[in-house]
């Protein structure tokens, strides 16, 4: 027997206890209270029969009528008055009210039963739609992270170009070391604008230990000048004996009629680690930055030819 028909078992005999036991206080010669049209039994009978249904009626009708009869007989009489009752107009539209109910209690239930499905799908679903949100979320954070870096990244590039393409030329020279220290992972480096027959020193960046090793090499680049000379990127290994004064890598800074404006020069970084394609950047970065050196020496130019003029008149 299953939990929920124990209890209906126990709440039918009770209640079928209790009725035996009100109406033969009430009326101990007569259990079956013939003089009255409707007996108070029907009560517990309709009660059980709209709470559970069928089984309640049933279960109900039948222990209170055993109920009653046991009183019946405990108390001297008989069940003469069961047989009259079975033909009492009254007891008979309590018994089709109770059968009634009992079936509107039976659809009610299985409507219930109906809606807990219902809902037991809907939590199913929620629990579902929950942990595919989380692992939404679990793949979107990354996604998110990875965005992040790429504006970051964007943003960087761009204002790397807007320096090299329309800054002064400290500002142009300074984003495209940048640009060559993050392409390569330089740890200093330098551009040189050339001055006559040697190099100057336009702009250069480094943490203070790699400065320190630049400092000592820009009178003595080697890998500069081999670039100036070559018209080409250098290597540090393409020179003979090379020292802690020359250049790891240098690219020349060529004008639109190939001559030289200048060198970008970077240090710190193994040449074992520098592709073809590495060196080849380094390269488009002189490039980027020549119309800035060429500005720049015609203004130089500009000011010195007016310098000049000013002091013949």
Not at 28 to 35: A, G, I, N, Q, Y
Not at 156 to 163: G, I, P
Request: glycine share 8%; with cysteine.
């Amino acid at each position: 027997m299953s939990t929920s028909s124990r209890n209906v078992f126990f709440e039918a005999v009770t209640a079928a206890v209790l009725t035996a036991v009100a109406v033969a206080l009430w009326s101990p010669e007569d259990v079956w209270l013939s003089r009255l049209g409707f007996h108070p039994a029907w009560i517990a009978v309709l009660v059980l029969a709209a709470h559970y249904g069928s089984l309640g009626l049933f279960l109900a009708l039948g222990l209170t009528l055993a109920s009653l009869t046991g009183a019946s007989y405990i108390l001297g009489g008989s069940i003469d008055g069961l047989q009259a009752r079975t033909g009492n107009t009254s007891d008979m539209f309590a018994l089709a009210a109770s059968l009634a109910v009992a079936w509107l209690a039976m659809l009610q239930e299985r409507k219930v039963a109906r809606l807990n499905q219902h809902l037991a799908a809907a939590e199913r679903n929620h629990t579902q739609a929950n942990e595919a949100l989380a692992a939404f979320h679990e793949h979107i954070a990354p996604l998110r992270a990875r965005y992040d870096r790429i504006d970051l990244s964007v943003t960087m590039w761009r204002d790397l170009a807007s320096r090299i393409e329309s800054g002064d030329v400290v500002q142009a020279a300074r984003a495209a070391l940048d640009l060559g220290g993050i392409r390569s992972g330089a740890s200093a480096g330098v551009v040189y604008f050339c001055e006559g027959n040697g190099l100057g020193v336009l702009e250069r960046f480094g943490h203070e230990s790699a400065l320190e090793s630049l400092n000592i090499g820009i009178a003595i680049d080697r890998t500069a000048h081999a670039a100036v000379d070559r018209h080409h990127a250098v290597l540090a290994f393409d020179i003979d004996g090379p020292t802690e004064g020359d250049s790891d890598v240098a690219a020349p800074i060529l004008d639109d009629n190939g001559g030289v404006l200048g060198v970008i020069a970077l240090r710190g970084v193994s040449a074992n680690r520098l592709s073809s394609a590495d060196i080849h950047d380094l390269s488009v970065i002189a490039q980027w930055l020549a119309p800035a050196l060429a500005r720049s020496r015609s203004w130089r130019r500009g000011a010195h030819t007016s310098t000049a003029e000013a002091a013949t008149q």
